[in-house]
């Protein structure tokens, strides 16, 4: 059974600042799908990563794989306050069975 | 485009009662899913459905039906609905497998009590 942790859960950053949020995953997956929720809302498709050393960005957020790692990074640059969203990673399993990891909840301060 | 679509956006239901989650999506995708989303638990996966004519159960199945009636429309069962069931309900579809992304539906908040 897949295993996903991220970390930190709950952050809360100032507005300007850079930060990592950190997706572990147990068990072997070829792609790993990042998405931002609002409160309140549906959620919205950030970053698909298909292979091991992908890397994507749009805007403020930049989103990495490591397979061999099981390791998957969000980073967020020079953070806004539009950027407050909960952020959840979900790597692929058999066919196309996403497992999603508790979400990140961030809050950006002005 | 309207993508996907679920009714109703909320509901309440007293213990035992039964009702169906509808879900719709114009999208012509061949794939799709009912996830349910409770605080501090991520998504999970309760049923889904790869092609017209088939489904499959997830992480949580238990409790919940499910029926591909066509290619559009895929509906969640409560048959006898337990508090343990009060989440919010995500329908999504998927073009195919492989890389394309799951697009998901505004959400359904079912309340048992």
């Known amino acids: 059974e897949l295993k996903v942790e991220q970390n930190p859960l709950f952050l809360s950053m100032q507005e300007g600042k850079n930060y990592t949020i950190y997706c572990n995953y147990s068990?072997?997956?070829?792609?790993l799908y990042w998405y931002r929720q609002d409160p309140g809302k549906s959620l919205e498709s950030l970053f698909v990563l298909l292979s091991n050393g992908a890397v994507k960005q749009e805007g403020r957020l930049m989103a990495s794989l490591d397979t061999k790692a099981r390791l998957s990074t969000l980073h967020i640059t020079a953070a806004v306050h539009d950027l407050s969203a909960t952020y959840f990673c979900?790597?692929?399993?058999?066919?196309?069975?996403?497992?999603f990891g508790e979400g990140t909840q961030l809050t950006v301060n002005p | 485009n309207a993508g996907v679509t679920q009714t109703p956006k909320f509901q309440v239901l007293k213990t035992g009662q039964s009702m169906t989650l509808q879900c719709a999506q114009d999208?012509?995708?061949?794939?799709m899913y009912w996830y349910r989303q409770d605080p501090g638990m991520g998504l999970r996966l309760i049923y889904y459905s790869a092609s017209e004519g088939t489904t499959d159960k997830g992480e949580v199945p238990n409790g919940y039906n499910v029926s591909r009636l066509n290619k559009r429309e895929f509906s969640l069962r409560l048959e006898s609905a337990a508090p343990s069931q009060t989440s919010v309900y995500f329908c999504?579809?998927?073009?195919?497998?492989?890389?394309?992304?799951?697009?998901f539906g505004a959400g359904s908040r079912l309340t048992v009590l």
């Open positions: 068990t072997t997956s070829d792609r």
């Open positions: 979900a790597p692929a399993t058999s066919g196309s069975r996403l497992t």
């Open positions: 999208m012509n995708h061949n794939s």
């Open positions: 999504a579809s998927q073009r195919g497998s492989g890389a394309n992304v799951l697009t």
